[in-house]
């Protein structure tokens, strides 16, 4: 490893470990040498002054906490010692120069995705099942295990076949709690799909469309639509018991509200309309195979670079995720930008402590009021319940480093990259500005690539340091490992490993690079997704009340 610790920005007062470091050891760095007073494990980081009560901690060069009380130089921050702070924000006159990265590399660069009648390019082809109610579910379920087991879908034969092993050696007499996998004689599942051009059948079970208020209700209608008209989508199939507060007529109206030209196929059931559930059921699915036969004949075209919209997302975040991961990707953005794409920034809870930055390089004044208007209105609406951003790190991330919100925040932050902001965007409002822009979601995994896939995204690169399967049923989703040791523990979940970087055998710009070519492959299809391959569909609307 090249270099044991380092340093983030200038303005920073801690050196953060890249591997473990022994109480007692001696750090020289810059000239100084630090005797170092605790333990400091890897991603951790520890002071480069004596600190006293109250003083102000500086990482990525802002402010992310404070101190509790005097803490010697070489000492270790943690939740005892160290307190979240960031500081306040405000909309300035700011004039924000962008440099913009080279390209050259990509100029001209296609990728073969499926080019809808409205003339935006899906990176998947898929048919979409939705409930307008979580009254359907058990429906959506008794489909999808048909559809997905008759025609190639599913990811569970090897695990339904392990399951015939052991009923068979049960059968045979033998102990059960002492045969071992390897032991069983299960072969890996091969998919034999029927429609080779549709990429899959997607269902978006929830627990909405109806209780709750009818704002909620609203909102989901509004995300539901956003999903149909998604370039991932091809075709939709409707379920809807009938009495709910979401009904059929809104769902339409949202649907042909946000895309005026909606011209995929769709077809809507609605059981209380049905003179059985086994009707319906049958229905449905007669329905949806003519409308597979038909999407089945699309196929892939060349389509720019600039046709793509990228999310970016961090989970299971580390020490590592702002040192490796996480501006690795804020580069591939960078490109992606630079190349006339689309890239969604969100997790507002995951921005404390960079919405000065963020409000500097948004292009219109607008749109940077729009942005302190959702932070705020966000942050008291925690506060208003006893919570707060500050409330963020999980446990997880805390134990490896993220010690408090602003700073697993700036860091999250580099995801976005460094380009000037087009935009700021509501829950489930459409992203149709190329270039960066912001999404309100709250950070929570799930919810948040929920959000993205609603605002547009037609890839997702979900950055995380610990390890998390997280998907969503119609956005590919990328998963890139902050560090070697989540890359080999986890490889069964991860798609890139940004790990050389810590190593000092990659730059960020190269890493970022590599990305970039691995989104192209996964948008034409040559490469498949971790997340992808296991159906990891996850799905959860927010209800806009408080989730961080």
């Avoid at 969604?344 to 302190?372: S, V, Y």
């Avoid at 979900?462 to 998390?468: C, P």
């Amino acid at each position: 490893m090249a270099n044991r610790i380092l340093r983030i920005h200038p303005k920073d007062n801690v050196l953060v470990a890249l591997q473990d470091l022994s109480k007692g050891e001696q750090i020289e760095f810059d000239g100084v040498v630090y005797t170092l007073q605790d333990d400091v494990p890897a991603k951790h980081k520890f002071f480069m002054q004596e600190m006293h009560q109250g003083s102000e901690i500086y990482m990525y060069g802002v402010l992310v906490g404070k101190t509790q009380y005097a803490v010697q130089q070489g000492g270790i921050m943690n939740t005892d010692n160290t307190k979240h702070a960031a500081d306040p924000y405000r909309f300035r006159p700011y004039e924000y120069t962008w440099e913009m990265p080279d390209v050259s590399r990509f100029e001209g660069r296609t990728f073969n995705g499926y080019v809808r009648s409205d003339g935006k390019v899906g990176t998947a082809n898929y048919w979409l099942f939705i409930p307008t109610v979580f009254c359907e579910n058990r429906n959506l379920d008794v489909i999808k295990e048909a559809l997905h087991n008759e025609l190639g879908y599913s990811v569970t034969g090897k695990y339904r076949a392990f399951t015939r092993e052991l009923l068979a050696a049960y059968e045979d007499g033998q102990d059960i709690s002492t045969l071992l996998p390897e032991q069983l004689s299960v072969t890996t599942h091969k998919q034999n799909r029927v429609f080779k051009n549709v990429d899959g059948i997607k269902f978006l079970n929830h627990q909405g469309g109806c209780g709750g208020i009818r704002q909620d209700a609203a909102v989901l209608g509004k995300l539901l639509a956003a999903y149909a008209d998604h370039p991932n989508v091809a075709g939709v199939t409707v379920l809807s018991l009938g009495c709910q507060n979401l009904q059929l007529n809104d769902l339409l109206a949202d649907i042909k509200e946000r895309n005026p030209n909606f011209k995929k196929p769709i077809y809507v059931f609605e059981q209380q309309q049905s003179k059985s559930e086994e009707q319906l059921i049958q229905e449905a699915i007669q329905k949806t195979f003519v409308g597979l036969i038909e999407i089945n004949k699309l196929e892939r075209q060349p389509a720019p670079l600039s046709k793509l919209t990228l999310g970016v997302k961090c989970g299971g975040s580390d020490g590592f995720s702002g040192i490796s991961a996480n501006p690795a990707v804020g580069y591939t953005s960078d490109l992606l930008v630079a190349l006339g794409g689309k890239v969604l920034l969100a997790e507002f809870p995951e921005l404390c402590g960079a919405e000065q930055n963020l409000i500097d390089r948004t292009i219109e004044p607008e749109a940077a009021h729009k942005f302190i208007r959702l932070m705020t209105a966000y942050s008291q609406a925690a506060e208003d319940v006893g919570s707060g951003f500050h409330m963020n790190p999980s446990p997880g991330n805390i134990r490896d480093g993220l010690i408090t919100d602003a700073i697993k925040s700036t860091g999250a932050a580099k995801k976005g990259g460094t380009s000037p902001v087009v935009d700021v965007l509501d829950y489930t409002e459409e992203a149709t500005k190329p270039g960066l822009n912001l999404v309100c979601t709250p950070g929570n995994d799930v919810e948040a690539t929920t959000g993205k896939a609603a605002s547009g995204a037609t890839l997702i690169l979900f950055t995380t340091g610990l390890g998390t399967p997280t998907g969503n049923p119609i956005c590919p989703v990328i998963k890139v490992a902050t560090n070697n040791a989540l890359a080999q523990r986890m490889g069964d979940i991860i798609d890139i490993n940004t790990g050389a970087i810590i190593d000092g055998d990659k730059t960020i710009e190269q890493m970022g690079e590599d990305i970039l070519e691995y989104c192209i492959k996964a948008a034409s299809g040559e490469v498949i997704p971790k997340a992808v391959q296991l159906n990891q569909d996850d799905f959860i609307p927010w209800k806009r009340g408080v989730s961080l």
